[in-house]
Structure formats: structure tokens, C-alpha cells
């Protein structure tokens, strides 16, 4: 290559180099408006987390009550209780396949479990 193809090449390259750092800058500028415009929201687990734990602390949770916050999964808020806020839920399971959720703090058996019946 020859020196004049050399420095051509070199100018192209800044060219480029000022080109890319104006869109860097452009793209920082949005960003920061954008997290700037939105409030943060609580995400929609974190939000079904906490439904979740009212119903706790109010006493045994079945799973019926648990559709009213996710109707699709509805032992998902109790997973959300436990991996978002921390908080140790008991599962009480029955022979006929009814759950029931609680916290620690609730020693007695779930009030709502159905009477075992013998068949």
C-alpha cells in the first residue's frame, strides 16, 4: 500500500470512529430518558408474591384461593413467597390430593382440610 492509500484509509476509519461515538452518545441520551420517564413498578410476581402472603398471614391458603391470584398456576405465588420474599411457607398435603399452604407460625393444621372419609 502507499502512503496515500494509507492516510485515505485512516480518515475513512475516523470518519467511522466519529460516526459510531455520535450514535453511542445518541443511544446513551435515550436510555436515560427512558429510565427516567418509567416509574419502577414492581414486577408481576413480586405483586402475586405479596397477594399471597396477606392470604398467609390471614391463615391456611388452598389452592381455590390461590386461582383467584393466578388462575393458570396457581402455586406459583406461594414459589414467589418463597424464592422473592424469603419467607418459609408450609405445604400440607392430604390423601385425597388437596394442598394447603401456611406459614410456620401457623402450628395447627389447616381448619379447612376436608374430614378424612373411609370408603
Excluded at 37 to 42: D, I, K, V
Excluded at 84 to 95: A, D, F, G, P, S
Aim: charged content about 25%.
Amino acid at each position: 500500500m502507499t502512503n496515500k492509500e494509507l492516510v485515505a484509509q485512516n480518515e475513512q476509519l475516523t470518519a467511522r470512529v466519529k460516526e459510531l461515538e455520535e450514535k453511542l452518545a445518541l443511544s446513551e441520551q435515550a436510555v436515560a430518558t427512558m429510565q427516567a420517564a418509567q416509574p419502577a413498578a414492581p414486577s408481576k410476581s413480586k405483586v402475586q408474591a405479596e397477594k399471597a402472603l396477606e392470604l398467609l398471614k390471614a391463615g391456611p391458603v388452598t389452592t381455590a384461593m390461590l386461582k383467584e391470584i393466578n388462575p393458570k398456576y396457581p402455586s406459583d405465588p406461594i414459589y414467589f413467597v418463597r424464592t422473592i420474599l424469603k419467607q418459609e411457607v408450609k405445604t400440607h398435603r392430604h390423601k385425597d390430593g388437596a394442598s394447603f399452604y401456611s406459614l410456620p407460625s401457623a402450628e395447627q393444621k389447616p381448619a379447612e382440610a376436608p374430614a378424612e372419609t373411609k370408603a
